[in-house]
């Protein structure tokens, strides 16, 4: 036969058996099961956020709301100036993004093609800044963004304190360096005989042809800073600066809850719709 | 030997070389090298927010191992760890083999599964914490329903840990499962047609062939959540804040809070070295599996 192998760990014919079916039944159970578990805390973020304020603090099952307050969503946008809080949220990730990738695709660069001295060592540094665990260095990086060494500059209050440490990702480093060495040399080779520069092979040959990595690897890291937390908690304390991820749990404190549960899925809503878009594009691609 | 290695050297091709890697060595200094070093050196130190007061020997070290807490606070990760193994390593394993399975609805199913891990972990767990909610809470109705009595999720010290990981495989269990699923297709299908002939049921072609094949993915994975669960501090500081008692008190809670709470930066450093040499095996294990493993990826 030479038609591709098209199957699971069943065959097709096997699934259309009835012991097939039944297992294909079982497994559409589960993870129908599965995407209740996922989807409840949407729904019940949603349908909180409609309630009235005394309805709210009623207890039992009034997973929806006696009548839909879509007032709520107007006013929790507007009150918490959640224009504002994406706003921060963007460019805090974003901006860490576009260090990420400019700084690990220069190294890996210059690791990959221009082989300095001492490779070994620069290596050896990565691996080991990938080993050690954050939390273990958080208080002393947060001090010394306090007071940066020899220009006595603080950063709190800045996005590039930021910036700064969400720069740093050997991982996307070391996976760039992979992605690096496996293009072929006699295409930088023919470019050189060209006169090409280095920063002019790194610019048009390096980084078109490593394009699909570095989006997977952007839109991970996107994500990843997106949701982070602590860090910009100690370091944006002006309500004015901080990024969805901190502002929203300062306002649990302050806000009603119907309030902020609106908030809450106002937030959830841009990763949602992201995730419809993105899921498909790195099916192959999200490896470690 | 030596001049002819010199010779070969292009110093001007070092110089763009070390050009290119100028930002690399600018941020990484600044925000992990200079921090990790200073970690050490704060650890045998008195220092607080207005800077080092005297050298502490090993003074740190002694108050930390000396407080009941150090005990706890580790004991209680062996078991956020253990649980998340338990409850949450295998999670992602089977939604992967079960959604690479489906003929049909294959990438809806992985989109919801994936939706949680894109949401910032502090926003879910505002929805959680009410959720979790004591008394006439959500969860507690929903329970009530099939004659389960309302249960103190966050404040009962044996069942806040379970929670606690409840809530991150929620979150976490969709990354893992994309990351399982890229692996589960690059399994080549002439295997399981082979085993079908041989008369290999389902259970066993998924025990002989599925699983050997991620067993790789598998190992880098759980050694990553070990890490990851290890260092755990938003879960517990947003739901809990360490309590009841010290039930969800981990060690980068106590960082956090004997930082900046108690303004104890010494004991802070000391309790990060804990951090360092308790993971270190396991930081260990991941660098070297990962490298092996990309080795063989790409």
Redesign the interface.
């Known amino acids: 036969m030479s038609s591709p192998v098209n199957r699971g760990v069943m065959s097709n014919t096997e699934w259309r058996t009835r012991g097939g079916r039944l297992v294909g039944l079982f497994y559409l159970l589960i993870l129908i099961l599965v995407s209740i578990c996922v989807l409840f805390p949407y729904l019940f973020s949603f349908t909180a956020g409609l309630k009235t304020s005394s309805e709210i603090y009623k207890g039992g099952i009034h997973l929806f709301p006696e009548e839909w307050n879509w007032g709520n969503y107007v006013e929790a946008w507007n009150r918490f100036d959640m224009v504002k809080m994406f706003l921060n949220s963007i460019i805090a990730a974003g901006g860490g993004v576009l260090g990420q990738v400019i700084v690990s695709t220069l190294a890996a660069y210059s690791i990959s093609r221009l082989k300095p001295v001492g490779t070994r060592v620069i290596v050896t540094l990565i691996f080991v800044t990938l080993g050690v665990p954050v939390m273990a260095y958080l208080i002393p990086r947060y001090i010394i963004m306090t007071d940066l060494p020899l220009i006595h500059v603080s950063l709190v209050n800045n996005f590039l304190g930021l910036w700064l440490p969400y720069s740093c990702s050997p991982f996307m480093i070391l996976v760039l360096i992979n992605s690096f060495d496996a293009i072929p040399k006699e295409i930088f080779e023919a470019a050189q005989l060209d006169g090409a520069s280095d920063l002019g092979m790194f610019l048009k040959i390096a980084l078109p042809l490593s394009r699909s990595i570095i989006y997977t690897l952007g839109f991970m890291a996107l994500v990843t800073l997106w949701g982070d937390f602590l860090w910009p908690y100690l370091i944006l304390r002006s309500p004015e600066l901080q990024p969805v991820s901190v502002r929203l749990y300062t306002l649990t404190r302050l806000a009603p809850r119907n309030l902020f549960l609106a908030a809450s899925f106002i937030a959830m809503v841009p990763p949602t719709i992201a995730a419809c878009f993105i899921v498909r594009k790195i099916k192959g691609g999200l490896t470690l | 030997m030596r001049t002819n290695i010199r010779k070969k050297?292009n110093w001007k091709?070092?110089g763009?070389?070390?050009l290119?890697?100028l930002?690399?060595f600018i941020?990484?200094t600044?925000?992990?090298?200079?921090?990790?070093c200073?970690?050490i050196v704060?650890s045998f130190q008195r220092v607080n927010i207005m800077g080092f007061q005297e050298w502490a020997g090993l003074n740190n070290y002694l108050r930390m191992l000396k407080n009941p807490l150090f005990c706890t606070a580790w004991k209680n990760v062996l078991v956020f760890v253990l649980l998340s193994l338990i409850l949450g390593a295998l999670v992602p394993i089977?939604?992967a083999?079960?959604?690479?399975?489906?003929?049909r609805?294959t990438?809806l199913?992985?989109?919801?599964?994936?939706?949680?891990?894109?949401?910032?972990?502090?926003?879910?767990?505002?929805?959680?914490r009410?959720?979790y909610a004591p008394?006439?809470?959500?969860l507690n109705?929903?329970l009530k329903?099939v004659g389960i009595p309302p249960q103190l999720w966050l404040q009962d010290p044996t069942l806040v840990k379970p929670a606690i990981i409840i809530v991150m495989t929620?979150f976490g269990a969709?990354g893992t499962t994309?990351?399982y699923?890229?692996a589960l297709?690059e399994i080549p299908?002439?295997l399981?047609?082979a085993a079908?002939l041989d008369g290999f049921s389902?259970f066993k072609?998924?025990r002989h062939?599925?699983l050997p094949y991620i067993s790789s993915?598998i190992k880098?994975?759980v050694v990553m959540q070990i890490?990851f669960v290890?260092?755990v501090?938003?879960e517990p500081?947003?739901l809990t804040g360490g309590g009841p008692g010290n039930a969800t008190r981990t060690?980068?809670i106590v960082?956090?809070e004997t930082?900046f709470s108690m303004n104890d930066?010494g004991l802070?450093?000391a309790w990060?070295?804990s951090?360092?040499v308790i993971?270190?095996v396991f930081?260990?294990l991941?660098?070297w599996w990962?490298?092996k493993?990309?080795?063989g990826?790409?």
């Open positions: 050297i091709r070092q763009v070389a070390y290119f890697l930002p690399f941020v990484f600044i925000a992990c090298w200079y921090p990790m200073k970690t704060y089977i939604l083999i079960i959604i690479n399975e489906m003929r609805l990438s199913f992985q989109t919801i599964v994936y939706l949680p891990a894109l949401i910032p972990v502090s926003v879910g767990l505002i929805v959680w009410q959720i008394n006439e809470g959500i109705s929903l329903l929620w969709g994309l990351i699923l890229s297709r299908l002439e399981y047609e079908e389902v072609r998924i062939i599925t993915r880098i994975l890490i290890s260092q501090f938003t500081f947003i060690p980068a960082i956090y930082a930066f802070a450093a990060s070295v951090i360092l993971l270190g930081s260990f991941y660098v990962s490298q493993e990309q080795q990826e790409f």
